[in-house]
Every structure is written in C-alpha cells, then in structure tokens.
C-alpha cells in the first residue's frame, strides 16, 4: 500500500468519470477512499457507460477500472436517518468529494457550508460542468458537450471536416487532474493554518486551460479564428510539416522541422524552394501536398531509418495493438491487475512513481455497498 497521503479519509459522493478519477489518484497515492452510494443502484457508472464493454456480474469494466481501491458506503441521502449517518461519517473525513449540479447538495443540506459547520477543517470538492453562476450552470456536465462549447471540437481534423471531438472522455479526465491539484494544495496549507478550503473546478474552465495554448495565440491576434489545414491536419496553429502522412504500408507522424531539410532527407526537390519560413505556414496546404504525395512511395520504417538519424522529429503510428506489442510500453509497465468481487482485472497503473517506484495496489473495485458494515463499526455511527 502507498502511504503516501497516510490518515488523509476521502469521501467521495461523485460518480461516472470526473470525480471518481480524482478520488483515484489520491487513493493510487495512499488515501483511504469511501464512496457514498445510493442503495440499489449506486454509481451510475456501474451500469451505464457504452454498449459494447465487457461486463462483470452486471457492472461495466469502466467502473472497475476508475473505483480500483475504493471502499463503497451505501446510504439514502434523502432518508434523515441515513443522511444523519452520513454526516456523522464526514466529521471523521478529510477531503470530500462530490460532481452533481449545483443546488442538489444545498437541497439535500451537505452544502460546503453547511458542511463546514460540522467539520470545520474539512477540504471540501467539487467538479461542475460550466461553474456555480449563470444560466449555464444548470445544463448537463457530460464530456461531449462541454467539448462542444469549449471550442476544442475545431481545433482537430482538416478545414474541410466537421468539428471533430477528442476521442476520449478529456473534459472529465482534465476536470479530475485540476481537483486533485486543489485538494492537494489545501491539504498543504491545511498543515500551516490547520484550515480546510472550498475546491472548485468545472470542466468547461478545465478544458479551457487546457486550450490555453491556442487560446492565447487567439486572444492576442486580433480574434482571428483558427484556421485548420486542408490537408493532414494536426494542429490548428502550427506550419507544415506537421501532420501524419499515410505511407505505403501505414502512417508516419511529422513534428516541427524545416521543410527544406526534409526535402534534401527525402529528395524531393519541389521542396526546396520554401526557404522562407512564413511560408512554412501561409503555404502550408501547398507544402502538405507535396508532402502527401512522398510519404505514399514508401514503408513507415524506411522513412524512419532516413529522418531519425537526422534527428527529425517523427514517429510510428501505431493501434494499440502496435503499442502493447512495443519494447518502449512494455519498458513502462503501465498495466496492473486488481481482483475484484474474485474477478481478475486488468487495468492502467496511476502514471507518477515516486522515488522511482511505481505506485500500484491489486485492490479492485468494491461491491455496492460492500464496507457498510465494517465502517459503521469503526467509527461508531
């Protein structure tokens, strides 16, 4: 067990994605971690993710993988016995957690204030989707939609596509990764001024710090509109040769370098004569072009065994197929199992090591409502 957030007790009444990431990493870190379920059902994510993930006595792989070391408490919050219980639980806690929209904790009286007032020192967390104020703050916090409205959606694909969505639940993810900052943060002033703190983050801000790259460039250029090439898109912002080409037998990736030293690598003389480096930019399209029609002569490795060497900055493309197959992932040890409810499962490792060990636990996921029993004896409620 890591211990390295030893005594920190972390209630965590979130569900689905956002929160429950950011309850894993502090339990990937040592901090015993309690999630507060509704009876019968409990996280929504147990049952509801997508349709096709293999399923483990009726609960979806996701939820194992994202509540690994977890306990599970399962409690009415709308019964007054329960929520009296629940209370009681949080004057022991540290950190609390929770992602619903704002006015449901206020409704069921475990607002931060009100909270505080029964556990004055208390980190209390929370993730929305689009902040406490404003008319907005009432829409659903689901992933795809706050990409929708962060703008993010325009920044992938080529000019001539649809906005395109990152393929991965990123706005949850990122909201996650910001909460844990603030609660570790507050946790840090805890020590000195022995007081706790409000945490607050929503992911549409999360996912607007995490554009804050190209949303700088746009705030300072005149609000002029990123323009996405036609041509192997990749980055909004960036000149050619940035992209990934197809080859002929499957794809090569291409970061920042000059166009004319690759075109003496590659001996393609029409490349030549792009020497001035705005070029590389408002003539992107044009250099892609050429580009495009190189990269298809010939096999990913024969490419790389010419442009490496040069130390151009390039990559395989690879499926996960390819990466697990790799002598760099293997090198990383990323996966682990964990057992739960008797189930062997295989999952990804929390990515920090610490004094170069890898943080890793083989406790899974628990059954709903499966530490009632044995938390209602320890602290007595």
Same mark, same amino acid.
């Given at each position: 067990?890591?211990?390295?957030?030893?005594?920190?007790? *972390?209630?965590?009444?979130? =569900?689905?994605?956002?929160?429950?990431?950011?309850?894993?990493?502090?339990?990937?870190?040592?901090?015993?971690?309690?999630?507060?379920?509704?009876? @019968?059902?409990g996280d929504i994510c147990r049952q509801l993710y997508v349709s096709d993930v293999r399923i483990y006595d009726g609960e979806s792989t996701i939820f194992h993988a994202i509540n690994r070391n977890k306990e599970s408490f399962s409690a009415d919050l709308k019964d007054p016995v329960s929520l009296a219980t629940v209370? #009681?639980?949080?004057?022991?806690?540290?950190?609390?957690?929770?992602?619903?929209?704002?006015?449901?904790?206020?409704?069921?009286?475990? @607002?931060?204030?009100?909270?505080?007032?029964?556990?004055?020192?208390?980190?209390?967390?929370? *993730?929305?989707?689009?902040?406490?104020?404003?008319?907005?703050?009432?829409?659903?916090?689901?992933?795809?939609?706050?990409?929708?409205?962060?703008?993010?959606?325009?920044?992938?694909?080529?000019?001539?596509?649809?906005? *395109?969505?990152?393929?991965?639940?990123?706005?949850?993810?990122?909201?996650?990764?910001?909460?844990?900052?603030?609660?570790?943060?507050?946790?840090? =002033?805890?020590?000195?001024?022995?007081?706790?703190?409000?945490?607050?983050?929503?992911?549409?801000?999360?996912?607007?710090?995490?554009?804050? #790259?190209?949303?700088? %460039?746009?705030?300072?250029?005149?609000?002029?509109?990123?323009?996405?090439?036609?041509?192997?898109?990749?980055?909004?912002?960036?000149?050619?040769?940035?992209? !990934?080409?197809?080859?002929?037998?499957?794809?090569?990736? !291409?970061?920042? %370098?000059?166009?004319?030293?690759?075109?003496?690598?590659?001996?393609?003389?029409?490349?030549?004569?792009?020497?001035?480096?705005?070029?590389?930019? @408002?003539?992107?399209?044009?250099?892609?072009?050429?580009?495009?029609?190189?990269?298809?002569?010939?096999?990913?490795? #024969?490419?790389?065994?010419?442009?490496?060497?040069?130390?151009?900055? %390039?990559?395989?493309?690879?499926?996960?197929?390819?990466?697990?197959?790799?002598?760099?992932?293997?090198?990383?040890?990323?996966? =682990?199992?964990? *057992?739960?409810?008797?189930?062997?499962?295989?999952?990804?490792?929390?990515?920090?090591?610490?004094?170069?060990?890898?943080?890793?636990?083989e406790k899974g996921a628990p059954l709903l409502g499966e530490h009632n029993k044995k938390i209602t004896e320890e602290f007595e409620l």
């Amino acid at each position: 067990m890591n211990a390295l957030l030893e005594d920190i007790l *972390v209630l965590d009444f979130s =569900q689905f994605l956002s929160g429950p990431s950011a309850s894993l990493r502090l339990a990937d870190m040592g901090a015993r971690v309690i999630k507060v379920e509704r009876p @019968d059902t409990g996280d929504i994510c147990r049952q509801l993710y997508v349709s096709d993930v293999r399923i483990y006595d009726g609960e979806s792989t996701i939820f194992h993988a994202i509540n690994r070391n977890k306990e599970s408490f399962s409690a009415d919050l709308k019964d007054p016995v329960s929520l009296a219980t629940v209370k #009681e639980l949080i004057t022991k806690a540290q950190v609390m957690i929770h992602n619903f929209r704002p006015g449901v904790m206020e409704r069921i009286g475990l @607002d931060y204030d009100r909270v505080k007032a029964i556990n004055p020192d208390i980190v209390y967390a929370e *993730v929305s989707g689009y902040g406490q104020e404003g008319e907005w703050s009432r829409l659903p916090g689901q992933d795809l939609l706050t990409q929708a409205i962060s703008g993010i959606t325009y920044l992938s694909g080529c000019a001539d596509q649809p906005p *395109v969505p990152m393929g991965v639940a990123v706005a949850d993810i990122i909201a996650g990764t910001h909460l844990v900052q603030g609660i570790l943060a507050a946790l840090f =002033q805890k020590m000195s001024t022995g007081e706790g703190a409000l945490i607050q983050v929503s992911m549409l801000e999360s996912l607007l710090d995490f554009q804050f #790259e190209v949303l700088t %460039c746009f705030l300072n250029d005149g609000n002029e509109l990123p323009e996405r090439s036609a041509i192997n898109g990749a980055h909004a912002y960036i000149a050619a040769p940035y992209g !990934i080409y197809k080859t002929t037998d499957g794809y090569i990736a !291409i970061a920042m %370098c000059p166009v004319t030293t690759l075109g003496d690598l590659m001996k393609v003389a029409s490349l030549r004569k792009y020497t001035n480096p705005d070029h590389w930019f @408002d003539k992107r399209d044009e250099i892609k072009s050429i580009l495009k029609e190189a990269f298809e002569q010939r096999p990913t490795a #024969e490419w790389l065994a010419v442009l490496e060497p040069a130390d151009i900055w %390039c990559a395989n493309v690879y499926d996960y197929n390819d990466l697990l197959a790799s002598e760099g992932y293997k090198l990383l040890q990323m996966e =682990q199992w964990v *057992v739960s409810n008797h189930h062997r499962i295989k999952t990804t490792r929390c990515p920090v090591r610490v004094d170069g060990k890898r943080l890793v636990s083989e406790k899974g996921a628990p059954l709903l409502g499966e530490h009632n029993k044995k938390i209602t004896e320890e602290f007595e409620l």
